[in-house]
């Protein structure tokens, strides 16, 4: 069985930094793009950044510079480190893992973050 756990959320000022993981646990990760989306109240879900299994990396136009999406391979473990936040960064982020070939994809359960003075 494969699961997601997003870790990391919370509220934090205008400004400020925070670190998402998404710890995996299966036979997925290594063979498999990782990736971050987010969704906001009332609004469609939309990707904010995804590393290929060869760290190929794509941002968001609203993330870049700012964030930045990383693999950890020996703990299956992939990273969203989020900079200079700002208000309309407040969503519930979701870890996702995807495997075009294999038709297989995964999503977790979401951690919200909240950027608020």
């Known amino acids: 069985q494969v699961h997601l756990v997003e870790s990391g959320g919370g509220l934090v000022q205008p400004g400020g930094s925070l670190r998402l993981s998404c710890a995996t646990s299966?036979?997925?990760?290594?063979?498999?793009?990782m990736g971050w989306y987010r969704q906001a109240p009332e609004k469609q879900r939309e990707l904010v950044a995804y590393i290929t299994t060869d760290d190929n990396t794509k941002y968001a136009d609203s993330v870049k510079g700012r964030f930045t999406i990383s693999r950890d391979n020996a703990k299956n473990t992939v990273y969203l480190q989020m900079n200079s936040l700002k208000p309309e960064d407040t969503a519930v982020y979701y870890c996702?893992?995807?495997?075009?070939?294999?038709?297989?994809?995964?999503w977790g359960q979401g951690t919200q973050v909240t950027v608020s003075s």
């Open positions: 996702n893992a995807e495997n075009l070939m294999l038709a297989r994809e995964f």
């Open positions: 299966g036979s997925i990760f290594s063979g498999f793009t």
